[in-house]
């Protein structure tokens, strides 16, 4: 169900499908009574602050070739459009900080974790991008090693 302007819902929707949630089911335009719950966001530097000790996983949510392109050192590859089928595969004991090329994506499995009763979670505003304009580290790979 999404919550959308009329003429936003296609483009919302062809979006939703990229990342492999095809089952829309409708929209709604006018605000939902109670309370909506927002995205958490996170800077790069804080970021980096928090995972440089181990006090959060990241969690990088592009495809493989995205990933193996360019990511954060550490960072668990979990395809956007495979976290609820791998809901295994992130931590409920820790902020998991989750990020995406340009944070698009990453928001989109934000608030599937969310909806799946996920807490602790954080996008990283401004995605990779921001990262690498801090001039923070990044890595590249010929192997996929996520999920």
């Not at 829309?24 to 006018?30: D, E, L, N, P, Q």
């Not at 009763?117 to 995605?127: E, I, P, W």
């Amino acid at each position: 169900m999404l919550l959308a302007e009329a003429g936003q819902v296609e483009d919302l929707v062809r979006k939703l499908v990229r990342v492999g949630l095809d089952r829309t089911v409708g929209y709604v335009t006018a605000p939902l009574k109670g309370d909506l719950e927002p995205v958490p966001q996170i800077t790069a530097e804080a970021a980096k602050g928090r995972w440089e000790p181990g006090e959060a996983l990241l969690l990088d949510v592009p495809s493989g070739e995205e990933y193996d392109g360019g990511h954060i050192p550490g960072a668990l590859n979990l395809y956007a459009g495979r976290v609820m089928r791998r809901l295994d595969r992130v931590p409920q004991d820790q902020p998991v900080i989750l990020r995406r090329t340009a944070g698009d994506r990453s928001s989109i499995a934000i608030s599937a974790l969310m909806a799946a009763g996920r807490r602790n979670l954080l996008n990283l505003a401004g995605g990779l991008r921001e990262w690498q304009q801090q001039g923070f580290p990044i890595e590249k790979s010929t192997e996929n090693v996520g999920v």
